[in-house]
C-alpha cells in the first residue's frame, strides 16, 4: 500500500530549515503519517555581527536531505521518486533577505536570531501601536534604513528564508498568511498586510520603493502558491529524477507549521514549541487590551490572531553542559550515546531538592528581548553552601530555560486573562518521557499535552499544509480537515501541574529575576 501511495504520487512532502537541521519527511495521503525522512545538520555563523547562514548552505543543505529521503524511499519500498501529489517549505521564522530587480542578494541573511533593531522596533511600536519584535523583517528593513545602509534604496524584492526557498523553485513570491505575520502586521478582517501601517510606513520611505512593491503576495492556507519548475526540480534534486510540476503550499515558518502539527489552530488552543529557541502560541478569542512589548501578534497558517511568547534562548546551554559531561566521560575512557546521556540527566532532575540546592541559571546565549538583553552570557551561580548535586544542577538548567517563557506567558494568563484550556508540546525538550511534560506543566500552570505525532514537529506540519492544499474539499476549513481527517483518534498523553513543582518554579522565578542584574553585570564587564 505504502509503495503504491509512492509510485501513484498520492504523498506529501514538508521540507523544513530549522535553527539547527533542515529535514523533508514524505507522508501518505491515506492516513497522513511519514513514510520517510531526510536530513542535514547545520549552524548559524555569527558574522560581522550578524547571526546568519549562507545560501550557498542553504541549497548544499536542502539537496542532501532531499537525497537523504530519496535514498530512504528506494531502499524501504524499491520505488524511484520522481514525483510527490504536494510540497512544501517551511523555515524558521521571519528575518531579513532583501534582493535588487535583478535578483542578487543585497545583504547577508539576518535570522531571528539576531538582536540589532531595538531602535527600529521601539520607533515601529509606537508609530503603528503595534508591537514590532526586533526579529521582524520590518524592523530589519527600518533599522537598516535608519543606519544608512547602501542596499537599501536598491530593495526590489524582500522575504524570508522560506518565502526565499518557495521563490527560487516556483518564480512565485508569495508567502503563507503565519509567516507573513511575522513580516510585517496582518489585518485578520482583510487577510493581508495591515493597510493603515503600510501607509505610515510609506511615509517613512525616501526612495521610489514602497511595501506594496517588495513584500510577498499573502496567501492563506490551502490557496494556490505556484507550482515546482523545472530550474526548481533541478535546485532541489541536481540528478535530474525529480520532475517538475509538482503543486506546492504557500511557505510558512516554524511558528505556524508547529501549530499545524499539534492541532492548535482553534480559539482558546496553543502549542509550545522547545528546541533551540523556544515559544509557545496561543490562539485567541479576542484582541488583547494592550500592547505588550513581550507579546508577538501573529496569526495561523489561516488567519487567526495569535499572541506569540518567543524567546531567542531554550536548549543551548543544555546542550554545551551535555557537551561537557560527554566529554569527561569519554576522557576516563566510558563509551557515550548523546540520546541515553540527555534521557539519563533528565530523568536525574527529577530527583532534585524542591529549592534546587540554592543554585541559579542564565542561560542567555544571545539577546533576550522579553527581559531587554541585546547580548547573552550563559552563566550558573551558587551560593558556598549551595548543595551542588547532578539533580539540583540539571533541574536548574531547564527551570533556567523556561525562565523567560514563564515571564511572557504570565502577561497573557495573568494580566490579559486570556483562557487556555491545554498546551500541546512539540520539540526535543518533550522526548524524555514525562520530564520535560511534567517540568512545563508546573511552569505554566496548565496541562500540557504530548501527541503520538508531536516528534514529528515542523516538517509533519508543513507536509500536511501540502496534503490540505490539494485534498481539501470544496469549501472545508484546515480545522475540520486537521480534526477529521488527521488527528481523529490519535493518542497521547496529558499531564496536569503538579502543586509541588509549581511551587518550586515560582520559587526558582523570585530567584531568576533578581540573577538578570548578574546577567547584566556580566555582559557589562566580560567582553
Known amino acids: 500500500m505504502k509503495k503504491q501511495l509512492i509510485e501513484q504520487g498520492k504523498t506529501a512532502l514538508g521540507i523544513e530549515f530549522g535553527s539547527t537541521r533542515i529535514k523533508a519527511v514524505l507522508i501518505g495521503f491515506d492516513n497522513h503519517t511519514v513514510l520517510a525522512s531526510g536530513s542535514f545538520d547545520w549552524e548559524n555563523k555569527l558574522e560581522k555581527g550578524y547571526w546568519t547562514y549562507s545560501l550557498e548552505a542553504v541549497w548544499a543543505g536542502v539537496q542532501t536531505a532531499y537525497a537523504e529521503l530519496a535514498k530512504a524511499v528506494k531502499e524501504q519500498y524499491d520505488v524511484e521518486l520522481t514525483t510527490t501529489g504536494a510540497l512544501g517549505f517551511s523555515a ?15 545583504a547577508a541573511f539576518r535570522t531571528w536570531r539576531n538582536t ?8 515601529l511600536t509606537e508609530k503603528f501601536n503595534f508591537n514590532i519584535p526586533q526579529r521582524w523583517s520590518i524592523a530589519h528593513l527600518y533599522q537598516a534604513l535608519l543606519n544608512e545602509e547602501t542596499h537599501v534604496k536598491d530593495i526590489a524584492h524582500l522575504t524570508t528564508l522560506a518565502g526565499y526557498v518557495h521563490w527560487k523553485l516556483t518564480g512565485e513570491k508569495v508567502m503563507g498568511v503565519g509567516e507573513a505575520s511575522g513580516m510585517f502586521p496582518i489585518d485578520s478582517q482583510t487577510g493581508t498586510y495591515h493597510a493603515e501601517m503600510v501607509d505610515q510606513f510609506n511615509e517613512l520611505v525616501p526612495f521610489e520603493w514602497n511595501l506594496e512593491t517588495i513584500l510577498p503576495t499573502v496567501l492563506s492556507a490551502g490557496e494556490a502558491a505556484g507550482t515546482l519548475t523545472e530550474a526548481g526540480a533541478l535546485l532541489l534534486d ?4 525529480l520532475q517538475a510540476g509538482i503543486p506546492i503550499a504557500p511557505p510558512e515558518g516554524d511558528a505556524g507549521t508547529g501549530m499545524v502539527a499539534t492541532n492548535s489552530v482553534a480559539e482558546r488552543t496553543g502549542n509550545v514549541s522547545a528546541g533551540t529557541s523556544d ?8 484582541e488583547l487590551e494592550k500592547v505588550h512589548m513581550e507579546i508577538d501578534m501573529v496569526t495561523t497558517p489561516t488567519g487567526k490572531p495569535v499572541a506569540m511568547v518567543h524567546c531567542n534562548n531554550f536548549t543551548s546551554d543544555i546542550n554545551a553542559w551535555a557537551g561537557l559531561f560527554a566529554e569527561t566521560a569519554r576522557a576516563i575512557g566510558a563509551d557515550v550515546d548523546m540520546g541515553h546521556l540527555y534521557t539519563t540527566l533528565f530523568e536525574k532532575a527529577m530527583e532534585a531538592d524542591a529549592d534546587l540546592g540554592g543554585l541559579m541559571n542564565i542561560n542567555y546565549f544571545s539577546g533576550e528581548p522579553i527581559t531587554g538583553f541585546e547580548e547573552g552570557r550563559p552563566l550558573f551561580v551558587r551560593m558556598p553552601d549551595s548543595r551542588l548535586t547532578l539533580a539540583n544542577f540539571m533541574r536548574t538548567q531547564i527551570y533556567s530555560a523556561l525562565g523567560t517563557l514563564k515571564i511572557g506567558m504570565d502577561i ?7 483562557k487556555l484550556d491545554n498546551l500541546l508540546g512539540h520539540g526535543g525538550f518533550f522526548k524524555t518521557e514525562r520530564v520535560g511534560q511534567q517540568i512545563m506543566a508546573d511552569a505554566m500552570e496548565v496541562s500540557v499535552s504530548l501527541m503520538e505525532t508531536a516528534g514529528e514537529g515542523g516538517p509533519w506540519g508543513m507536509a500536511l499544509l501540502a496534503a490540505y492544499l490539494v485534498n481539501k474539499e ?28 509549581v511551587a518550586s518554579f515560582n520559587d526558582f522565578m523570585l530567584q531568576y529575576s533578581e540573577a538578570l542584574h548578574i546577567e547584566r553585570a556580566a555582559i557589562k564587564h566580560m567582553r
Open 279 to 286: 515559544f509557545a502560541m496561543v490562539v485567541l478569542e479576542k
Open 474 to 501: 470544496s469549501g472545508e476549513p484546515m480545522e475540520k480537515y486537521l480534526d477529521t481527517k488527521v488527528f481523529a483518534g490519535n493518542k497521547g498523553s496529558t499531564l496536569a501541574p503538579d502543586p509541588t513543582g
Open 92 to 106: 524558521m521564522m521571519h528575518g531579513y533577505l532583501p534582493f535588487d530587480k535583478d535578483g542578487n542578494q543585497l
Open 412 to 418: 497573557l494568563t495573568k494580566e490579559e486573562k486570556v
Open 238 to 241: 541536481p540528478t535530474g529524477t
Open 116 to 123: 540589532s533593531t531595538e531602535q527600529a522596533a521601539m520607533l
